[in-house]
């Protein structure tokens, strides 16, 4: 069994210079999603959300991660828009605390939001106001997220081997092949 912070950059490596990339934010990312991954561990069920531009990589997601060639438990990954489709429509702080006492009641097991996308709009502060959430944001350092940079002409590519990274770690802490390393 690995400590996943070396089990994480062994996995860029195998990837090669394609994901050299990541090697320099080694140390922001594995906090993070080690922090997520424990979540899952203890049965909360992710809900995604994404700014507009974003919307096809929730789809890639949910298409990903319970892929039924796969050799894993079904995993509880939603998006939030299927959930609630008057989404876009939720504005005022009345109207985001009923969102949130719904999903409090949909899963008493506890929730995390998996936010990507850029800081402008009301999914953004829904994901802000939940402690736990995990959270990959362009053009802004917020503590607590992942940073990406939305001018970047490599950003789907990067998005898309940043979810291969996840969900390879999802696999080795399901099947204890990691251990994190304040446990």
């Known amino acids: 069994m690995q400590q996943f912070l070396k089990w994480t950059l062994n996995e860029m490596r195998k990837e090669g210079s394609m994901m050299s990339w990541m090697e320099e934010k080694r140390f922001e990312w594995v906090p993070l999603a ?3 991954l424990k979540n899952l561990l203890n049965g909360h069920t992710f809900i995604i959300v994404t700014d507009d531009e ?3 990589f929730c789809k ?3 298409s990903t991660i319970n892929n039924p060639k796969g050799a ?3 995993l509880p990954f939603y998006s939030l828009e299927m959930l609630y489709p008057n989404l876009s429509q939720v504005r ?3 109207e985001i605390s009923l969102l949130e006492d719904l999903l ?3 899963f008493p097991g506890g929730y995390t939001f998996f936010y990507i996308g850029k800081n402008e709009n009301n999914k953004m502060e829904l994901a802000k106001r ?3 959430s995990f959270m990959w944001v362009f053009d802004e350092q917020l503590q607590d997220s992942f940073y990406l940079s939305s001018s970047d002409d490599m950003l789907d590519v990067k998005l898309i081997q940043l979810f291969k990274l996840l969900n390879k770690s999802i696999d080795a802490v399901l099947f204890a092949e990691v ?3 304040n446990d």
């Open 60 to 62: 890639y997601i949910l």
């Open 72 to 74: 894993r438990p079904l």
């Open 179 to 181: 251990v994190f390393e």
């Open 130 to 132: 939940k402690d736990n």
């Open 54 to 56: 974003r919307k096809w």
């Open 104 to 106: 409090s009641h949909s």
């Open 92 to 94: 005022q702080k009345e």
């Open 34 to 36: 080690a922090s997520m």
